[in-house]
């Protein structure tokens, strides 16, 4: 089985977030990125899937932040392939037109089937997994905790629900599946692997191709939330503070 | 001696010296399956340690049964030496000497010896079937030992006697033992020829006694007789507080295997003596977390007699015999470990635990196969520079609002390179005592600067946890900072720190000299720099840090500090050489608790304090120290009776003119 | 038929024979957008033999109800199909989702193929002259964005939590118009093969009166039966947040949040958890939250009533403690 992991970077918030003086976008002096949590599980999930049904994987990501670290990173995981989108403006471009440009690219040999997280934390204008999938017309089922390959040409994911119920869904390939999370986390790989990676390998690049997006949400403001009802903090001793907790407790009924 | 008995002499003395022979070129066969490794330089200093260790026993006489042991072994050593002129006299009578227990001097000592030796296993014995001492092997090769040598010496002994009797030569001075007990003997009616045939007749016992003893020798526990010369001769003498870089570690598709070891590796288990004194004194072991590391040295073996004659025919997956990481050792066993090295200071035989530890662990490492808050802590490290997971420029928020102002030595020169590492930085518990470091330091008008932002973890536990990629990273990079700040010396608060830069680093071209605080706040204080202004009159307990004590070897430096500032300084009963370790050590601070653990390696320490009389303050030298051992007054209810401070912050509190006495 | 393009639509969430309750909370918000625009609210419901649930969506102005054997389980296909033929044929201003596992994969499909714009994680809706302005939650709720949307349609998913849901709630019947599916439903490429219940949980969370929810700060397995003692003293159940789910330490009957359980006891005791929107989402309607962190600036902060920033191990034994002695000996 063929299959296409899209991997795509976002701010890390280890860093308090400063608002650019345009206001609509983030200062990107101090701004680290990294790949997007549901992207890596992403990755991890098309990698089982290699161990236990053979194939090939593929990592394609655009041109922005530390995306060469991660498609070296995915490539010392076992990807067989890592492919650089190039020619990324600066301040990234929304989902939407994320996933035009992927799909430009994916329908020139389109594989069986293509992984992505099904979130990431800078969403705004859409989930690239879900437009991906809607640009190609093909089959999609987002949110999974685990996609397997029972028999050929179709896969088997269980999408999570509320309340931690789940249906399994049978998907015919090709296929686009939003992942949430891998049956296992991803596993660690040793910076060896990574260095080594580096210098055996080579990330394929090419140019992202220009693609015709119809005319997006636009930012107007960014800013940062104010806490408006902010707890009331207590102060002391603990054992000063479990007394405070336990007098508001009888107050409300809740201990006698 | 008959023709005939010449001819069997022959026969059983070539069949043992054959089996013998036999299995022991098969043992180093197998070790031939390791890797090479160079261990024949400064042939002075190993034939001073062999001088020490074997001949002397050093390391066995710090537990009393060691000498118990001391007259065993060199009982055996006459023994031996006798057995071998013995033995080739009866094989060849032509010989122009006499059989050696019948020269004055050698009959002397074979009886004096012999006593001593029946005495040595006679106190073994009870101490291992009565008084039965924790992590003492019970195998039916101990107690076939005994036996073996036990009854070797009574037949030594009782020919002797009946030597005496043959000859009528009854003498105290050559004979003390075999002359009493022929007066004994001769009360039973023997006369001087039955005596004689008596007496070939122990002398055969103790021939077919040795011989088979050496044949069984290899198959047993006591080939360490052979193994430990060896293992003590070809000692590691680099810095205990480095470790060998990966090679070859298996990182293929291949599980780990004997090949990925170097011979002296593979001689570990062969020179071991079950003894047990690792076990005693490991605080995983003791804590009841899964490793043991007698066991994990015997897994080897097991690994290496079991596996080996496959992969000597070239199997690359020792045929169906269990992996050994895995199968035959686990992962709990490997990761409980805090490398603490007092295992190795222990061992008798000069055993290398730590060593196959960590090579077992880059091996589960290179297979991703690490807990999840091992991943997150490695993961950190690799991105942020600290284990923490927080943002670089937080490193040296601990500075804020100090009093005094600390230097950027990424742009003043200074004459110490303040090198203040993670849990020093990062960690709220040990904040006050970095800040009170860095008043002293500028009290005594050191010249010093720290590199913000530009510091990473040393990265000491991440080589012991097996990263050596990550670790590898971590040097590069500060060294290639600090080459671009000017100063003479580094200085560090943090035993892990040190150790990494004085000893890991210099590999990677960071040779600077590297100073712990304790040190410098010793020779300032001697040198007058640093003047207390009060006294601390305060009953303290050290416990010594395992990276600065067993490690490095400084003990003395803090406690003179101590001494200095006035503290009454009680010494625990485990200190230097024996100090129990926190557990925080090998990376295990960033890991998940060990399964099993009944009591943390932190918790029997503070126990151990607070059970000393009328003290109240445990003082460390080790910022991770702090958080570990007040966690664990929390957990042991000694948290209002022990407090647990930094010696800097003793040294800040006693120097400051300003501050109000210790509480 | 309206032909008016003002028209706000509404998908409706249902499972097992309810429909969600963030339904409500869209249709509230959605009748009041419906009337700024000047247009009618539609609430659209796709299913099989799911008819009586359209009768609790009165605060709609009409129920487009699909009836289909292919519906009878949410497929993103099936249902994605069937709602993008509604509104390509009535083009509706503004299409109304959840941020939810259905919500997500349904904007994101009839978006893309319809090709109108989407914004996700809206916190509030606002109707400036011709554009719809969002406010857009990102970054973990650290960062929000005022969007813009111009066009004549717009796809919204929506926080849960974000508007009240009483608003959504009305005895009125609504006009129901029956539809057969305007596509073929039999040749979908993708088929529930079943459904995955959670072990049948030791206790439901969702019933219990007290909650001593557990994060991240719980730090290792066996500090659990600290909680346990809690929850026990305080008459309560034990839950946790996602990250102790995953590492097994409890069932998943216990998770609350997006994925988890959604609950509203009297009292919620937040321990070592940091409050990010997926958790909060579960537990926001808790009557009285009181939250314990060591780091002050934790997002849960914001959500709770009472705050204490301190080390959960430094608090709890006290807690117990005080706890013990007022509670009479346990038989």
């Not at chain 2, 020919?159 to 009528?168: D, E, I, K």
């Not at chain 2, 040795?210 to 290899?218: H, I, K, N, R, S």
């Given at each position: 089985m063929n299959i296409v992991v899209l991997l795509s970077m976002v701010p890390d918030?280890?860093?308090?977030?400063?608002?650019?003086?345009?206001?609509?976008?983030?200062?990107?002096?101090?701004?680290?990125?990294?790949?997007?949590?549901?992207?890596?599980?992403?990755?991890?999930?098309?990698?089982?899937?290699?161990?236990?049904?053979?194939?090939?994987?593929?990592?394609?990501?655009?041109?922005?932040?530390?995306?060469?670290?991660?498609?070296?990173?995915?490539?010392?995981?076992?990807?067989?392939?890592?492919?650089?989108?190039?020619?990324?403006?600066?301040?990234?471009?929304?989902?939407?037109?994320?996933?035009?440009?992927?799909?430009?690219?994916?329908?020139?040999?389109?594989?069986?089937?293509?992984?992505?997280?099904?979130?990431?934390?800078?969403?705004?204008?859409?989930?690239?997994?879900?437009?991906?999938?809607?640009?190609?017309?093909?089959?999609?089922?987002?949110?999974?905790?685990?996609?397997?390959?029972?028999?050929?040409?179709?896969?088997?994911?269980?999408?999570?629900?509320?309340?931690?119920?789940?249906?399994?869904?049978?998907?015919?390939?090709?296929?686009?599946?939003?992942?949430?999370?891998?049956?296992?986390?991803?596993?660690?790989?040793?910076?060896?692997?990574?260095?080594?990676?580096?210098?055996?390998?080579?990330?394929?690049?090419?140019?992202?191709?220009?693609?015709?997006?119809?005319?997006?949400?636009?930012?107007?403001?960014?800013?940062?939330?104010?806490?408006?009802?902010?707890?009331?903090?207590?102060?002391?001793?603990?054992?000063?503070?479990?007394k405070q907790i336990v007098t508001i407790l009888e107050s409300r009924g809740l201990v006698r | 001696m008959s023709p005939s008995g010449l001819l069997l002499l022959w026969v059983v003395s070539l069949i043992a010296l054959g089996l013998f022979a036999f299995r022991v070129r098969y043992l180093v066969r197998l070790l031939g399956l390791g890797r090479g490794e160079s261990r024949l330089g400064e042939v002075w200093r190993r034939l001073a340690a062999v001088a020490w260790e074997v001949l002397g026993q050093r390391r066995l006489l710090r537990e009393p049964a060691g000498v118990l042991h001391f007259g065993i072994f060199w009982g055996f050593v006459v023994y031996a030496s006798a057995f071998v002129f013995s033995l080739l006299k009866g094989l060849l009578p032509f010989l122009p000497y006499p059989m050696p227990e019948e020269i004055g001097p050698v009959a002397l000592a074979l009886d004096v010896f012999g006593v001593t030796v029946l005495a040595g296993i006679g106190g073994a014995a009870v101490r291992r079937y009565i008084l039965r001492p924790p992590r003492l092997e019970q195998s039916r090769d101990a107690g076939v030992i005994l036996l073996l040598i036990g009854?070797?010496?009574?037949?030594?002994?009782?020919?002797?006697?009946?030597?005496?009797?043959?000859?009528?030569?009854?003498?105290?001075?050559?004979?003390?033992?075999?002359?009493?007990?022929?007066?004994?003997?001769?009360?039973?009616?023997?006369?001087?020829?039955?005596?004689?045939?008596?007496?070939?007749?122990?002398?055969?016992?103790?021939?077919?006694?040795?011989?088979?003893?050496?044949?069984?020798?290899?198959?047993?526990?006591?080939?360490?007789?052979?193994?430990?010369?060896?293992?003590?001769?070809?000692?590691?003498?680099?810095?205990?507080?480095?470790?060998?870089?990966a090679d070859a570690d298996g990182g293929g598709p291949d599980p780990l295997n004997a090949r990925n070891f170097t011979w002296r590796e593979l001689l570990n288990p062969f020179a071991c003596a079950e003894c047990g004194r690792c076990d005693r004194v490991c605080p995983a072991h003791t804590s009841g977390a899964a490793l043991s590391p007698q066991k994990m040295v015997h897994h080897i073996k097991e690994h290496l007699l079991g596996a080996g004659p496959y992969l000597m025919k070239g199997d690359p997956r020792n045929g169906h015999y269990p992996d050994l990481v895995g199968g035959v050792v686990s992962a709990d066993e490997l990761w409980a470990c805090t490398t603490c090295y007092a295992c190795m200071e222990r061992c008798p035989v000069m055993n290398e635990h730590i060593p196959l530890i960590v090579r077992m662990r880059r091996y589960l490492v290179t297979r991703g196969e690490v807990d999840a808050r091992l991943q997150d802590a490695l993961t950190a490290t690799s991105r942020y520079g600290n284990s923490f997971g927080q943002s670089p420029k937080t490193r040296a928020r601990w500075t804020a609002g100090l009093e005094v102002p600390v230097k950027d030595i990424r742009r003043e020169?200074?004459?110490?390179?303040?090198?203040?590492?993670?849990?020093?930085?990062?960690?709220?518990?040990?904040?006050?005592?970095?800040?009170?470091?860095?008043?002293?330091?500028?009290?005594?008008?050191?010249?010093?600067?720290?590199?913000?932002?530009?510091?990473?973890?040393?990265?000491?536990?991440?080589?012991?946890?097996?990263?050596?990629?990550?670790?590898?990273?971590?040097?590069?990079?500060?060294?290639?900072?600090?080459?671009?700040?000017?100063?003479?010396?580094?200085?560090?608060?943090?035993?892990?720190?040190?150790?990494?830069?004085?000893?890991?680093?210099?590999?990677?071209?960071?040779?600077?000299?590297?100073?712990?605080?304790?040190?410098?706040?010793?020779?300032?204080?001697?040198?007058?720099?640093?003047?207390?202004?009060?006294?601390?009159?305060?009953?303290?307990?050290?416990?010594?840090?395992?990276?600065?004590?067993?490690?490095?070897?400084?003990?003395?430096?803090?406690?003179?500090?101590?001494?200095?500032?006035?503290?009454?300084?009680?010494?625990?009963?485990?200190?230097?050489?024996?100090?129990?370790?926190?557990?925080?050590?090998?990376?295990?601070?960033?890991?998940?608790?060990?399964?099993?653990?009944?009591?943390?390696?932190?918790?029997?320490?503070?126990?151990?304090?607070?059970?000393?009389?009328?003290?109240?303050?445990?003082?460390?030298?080790?910022?991770?120290?702090?958080?570990?051992?007040?966690?664990?007054?929390?957990?042991?209810?000694?948290?209002?009776?022990?407090?647990?401070?930094?010696?800097?912050?003793?040294?800040?509190?006693?120097?400051?003119?300003?501050?109000?006495?210790?509480? | 038929m309206s032909t008016s393009g003002q028209d706000v639509w509404v998908y409706v969430e249902h499972l097992k024979g309810q429909v969600a309750g963030h339904t409500y909370e869209l249709l509230g918000k959605g009748r009041e957008i419906a009337g700024a625009l000047g247009g009618r609210l539609?609430?659209?419901?796709?299913?099989?033999?799911?008819?009586?649930?359209?009768?609790?969506?009165?605060?709609?102005?009409?129920?487009?109800?699909?009836?289909?054997?292919?519906?009878?389980?949410?497929?993103?296909?099936?249902?994605?199909?069937?709602?993008?033929?509604?509104?390509?044929?009535?083009?509706?201003?503004?299409?109304?989702?959840?941020?939810?596992?259905?919500?997500?994969?349904?904007?994101?499909?009839?978006?893309?193929?319809?090709?109108?714009?989407?914004?996700?994680?809206?916190?509030?809706?606002?109707?400036e002259g011709d554009r719809v302005v969002v406010t857009s939650q990102m970054c973990g709720g650290k960062l929000l964005g005022e969007v813009e949307t111009v066009g004549k349609m717009v796809a919204l998913t929506v926080l849960p939590g974000a508007f009240p849901s009483q608003k959504g709630l009305s005895d009125q019947a609504p006009a129901v118009q029956k539809l057969l599916s305007p596509v073929l439903l039999d040749r979908l490429r993708m088929r529930v093969t079943r459904l995955l219940e959670p072990e049948a949980g030791d206790v439901d969370i969702t019933?219990?009166?007290?909650?001593?929810?557990?994060?991240?700060?719980?730090?290792?397995?066996?500090?659990?039966?600290?909680?346990?003692?809690?929850?026990?003293?305080?008459?309560?159940?034990?839950?946790?947040?996602?990250?102790?789910?995953?590492?097994?330490?409890?069932?998943?009957?216990?998770?609350?949040?997006?994925?988890?359980?959604?609950?509203?006891?009297?009292?919620?005791?937040?321990?070592?958890?940091?409050?990010?929107?997926?958790?909060?989402?579960?537990?926001?309607e808790s009557e009285l939250t009181i939250a314990v962190n060591s780091d002050p600036r934790a997002p849960i902060f914001d959500v709770a009533d009472y705050g204490v920033a301190a080390d959960m191990f430094d608090l709890l034994p006290t807690l117990i403690e005080e706890l013990r002695a007022r509670t009479p000996s346990p038989s």
């Open positions: 918030l280890v860093e308090e977030l400063e608002i650019a003086p345009s206001g609509v976008a983030l200062d990107t002096q101090w701004l680290r990125y990294l790949l997007s949590e549901s992207d890596d599980h992403a990755l991890e999930q098309a990698l089982l899937l290699k161990e236990r049904h053979g194939g090939r994987v593929v990592a394609m990501a655009l041109d922005r932040g530390e995306a060469e670290e991660a498609l070296y990173t995915a490539l010392a995981r076992g990807a067989d392939e890592a492919v650089k989108l190039t020619g990324i403006p600066e301040e990234g471009l929304g989902k939407r037109a994320a996933a035009a440009v992927f799909g430009a690219v994916l329908k020139e040999s389109p594989p069986d089937l293509i992984l992505a997280g099904v979130q990431a934390i800078d969403d705004m204008d859409g989930h690239t997994a879900g437009a991906l999938a809607g640009l190609l017309g093909l089959p999609y089922v987002g949110v999974t905790r685990s996609v397997d390959a029972p028999g050929a040409g179709k896969v088997l994911v269980q999408k999570e629900y509320p309340g931690g119920l789940a249906a399994e869904i049978e998907v015919d390939l090709p296929a686009v599946v939003g992942v949430l999370s891998a049956p296992q986390p991803p596993r660690y790989v040793p910076v060896a692997r990574i260095r080594e990676a580096r210098k055996t390998k080579t990330i394929s690049e090419r140019e992202a191709p220009s693609v015709a997006v119809p005319e997006g949400p636009v930012i107007r403001r960014l800013f940062k939330p104010e806490p408006a009802e902010r707890a009331e903090m207590l102060d002391g001793t603990p054992e000063e503070m479990a | 009854s070797l010496m009574v037949t030594s002994l009782l020919s002797s006697g009946f030597h005496v009797v043959a000859t009528g030569h009854a003498s105290f001075l050559w004979n003390p033992v075999g002359t009493p007990l022929a007066a004994l003997l001769v009360g039973y009616d023997l006369t001087p020829s039955a005596a004689s045939s008596l007496r070939m007749a122990m002398w055969w016992a103790h021939m077919a006694l040795v011989l088979g003893f050496l044949a069984y020798l290899p198959y047993s526990k006591h080939l360490h007789l052979l193994a430990s010369s060896f293992s003590v001769f070809l000692t590691d003498l680099s810095p205990r507080g480095r470790l060998r870089p020169q200074a004459q110490y390179l303040w090198f203040v590492g993670d849990y020093a930085s990062l960690d709220p518990a040990a904040r006050e005592a970095t800040r009170a470091a860095a008043r002293v330091l500028h009290r005594a008008d050191v010249s010093f600067g720290i590199l913000y932002d530009g510091e990473q973890t040393s990265g000491n536990d991440i080589r012991r946890v097996g990263e050596e990629g990550l670790f590898e990273m971590l040097a590069e990079k500060n060294i290639a900072t600090m080459r671009k700040c000017r100063f003479d010396k580094i200085l560090t608060t943090d035993p892990h720190t040190y150790n990494a830069l004085k000893h890991e680093y210099p590999e990677f071209g960071g040779t600077w000299p590297v100073v712990h605080y304790t040190e410098l706040f010793d020779s300032l204080i001697d040198g007058e720099r640093l003047r207390p202004a009060r006294r601390l009159g305060i009953r303290a307990t050290y416990h010594d840090p395992c990276y600065l004590g067993r490690y490095n070897g400084i003990y003395e430096a803090p406690r003179r500090v101590l001494r200095a500032l006035g503290a009454n300084l009680v010494e625990m009963p485990r200190n230097r050489l024996n100090a129990y370790c926190c557990g925080a050590g090998g990376g295990r601070i960033w890991m998940e608790e060990a399964p099993g653990v009944k009591e943390r390696p932190a918790e029997s320490r503070i126990r151990e304090a607070a059970a000393l009389n009328g003290v109240g303050t445990l003082v460390v030298a080790c910022p991770k120290e702090i958080t570990m051992f007040r966690d664990a007054a929390k957990t042991t209810g000694h948290e209002e009776g022990l407090v647990i401070k930094d010696l800097a912050e003793l040294v800040e509190e006693a120097t400051n003119p300003e501050v109000s006495g210790h509480a | 539609v609430a659209v419901l796709a299913g099989s033999e799911v008819q009586p649930l359209a009768g609790t969506l009165g605060v709609a102005d009409s129920v487009l109800y699909v009836e289909d054997a292919g519906l009878a389980e949410f497929t993103p296909e099936g249902h994605g199909a069937v709602l993008r033929a509604l509104a390509e044929k009535d083009l509706p201003r503004l299409m109304l989702f959840g941020a939810t596992s259905a919500g997500m994969d349904l904007a994101a499909l009839v978006s893309a193929t319809m090709g109108i714009p989407l914004v996700v994680n809206c916190k509030e809706i606002v109707i019933r219990a009166p007290v909650l001593v929810a557990i994060g991240r700060g719980i730090q290792r397995q066996d500090n659990l039966p600290l909680a346990e003692e809690l929850a026990g003293l305080l008459g309560g159940a034990v839950c946790a947040s996602r990250p102790v789910i995953d590492q097994g330490w409890l069932p998943l009957t216990r998770q609350v949040g997006k994925s988890g359980m959604v609950v509203k006891p009297k009292f919620y005791l937040a321990l070592g958890i940091s409050g990010a929107s997926e958790h909060v989402e579960g537990m926001k």
